[in-house]
DNA sequence: GGCGGCGTTCACGTCCCTTTCACGCCGTCT
DNA sequence: AGACGGCGTGAAAGGGACGTGAACGCCGCC
């Protein structure tokens, strides 16, 4: 059971559009460029939106091998990411990280303004 | 007789829906970000939900070694968990202190409100 | 060759989590 | 009433997890 078949070729999550087979992002329908690294991140966490996704599975799901301990990529292509949909869609957390867990993609809710 | 399987992957009670692959919570269909200690804590509880857990058999399923005597950090998450819980759900008590015995985690009935 | 984007790694700063301590309240017992 | 123990609760201290900027090497392109 599944928010959308995994090989859907749209994925639609707020205000983000992903086209997989395009490799495009599209943000309120504007253009995001991003890296192949970044797209399949964002990818990753938006076919399981919603849901926790520890770094374990988020580095085997992108770079296609087991996470080394020490290694940081998935922190810093986070922040890559962050901050190019920070760019897009100012004021707008999409990311969340659980501190032990992992990241977890979300739809804009409005739980910034209780989130202080 | 349990109340749901031990190795089940989703644990309900009340308006809680605990995801223990994920260590994702969600209150009524919001996620709590809580900390490892404080979801492992909830876990214990959820999974004797209904009962009275003692602070040895709850310090022993969450920290995995024997309370110390003076040890008071069970009481101190306890407090933390109570605190996200009210804050995702307010005016509905989850946990409940048996002065000498324990703690037990119950759905909130209806007589919380009233008796309040 | 020079340039620029990309991926990786490192270093450092910052924030959060965990633990522990301290104080105060509320029962119970004598 | 006073002493004692159990519990709620705030805060300090230490350590660890995470955020973030930058350096380095690689590769394709002008």
Redesign the interface.
């Known amino acids: 059971m599944e928010v959308e078949a995994t090989n859907a070729e749209l994925l639609t999550i707020g205000g983000l559009e992903i086209r997989l087979r395009e490799g495009l992002l599209l943000a309120d329908g504007r253009p995001v460029t991003l890296s192949v690294r970044e797209f399949d991140l964002l990818v990753a966490l938006a076919r399981n939106a919603?849901?926790?996704v520890s770094r374990q599975d988020l580095y085997r799901l992108v770079w296609g091998r087991t996470l080394r301990g020490g290694d940081r990529s998935c922190d810093v292509y986070v922040h890559k990411l962050r901050a190019k949909l920070e760019q897009a869609l100012p004021g707008v957390a999409y990311i969340?990280t659980?501190?032990?867990?992992?990241y977890?993609l979300?739809p804009p809710?409005f739980?910034s303004l209780s989130q202080r």
């Open positions: 919603g849901s926790i969340h659980h501190v032990g867990f992992g977890r979300d809710t739980t």
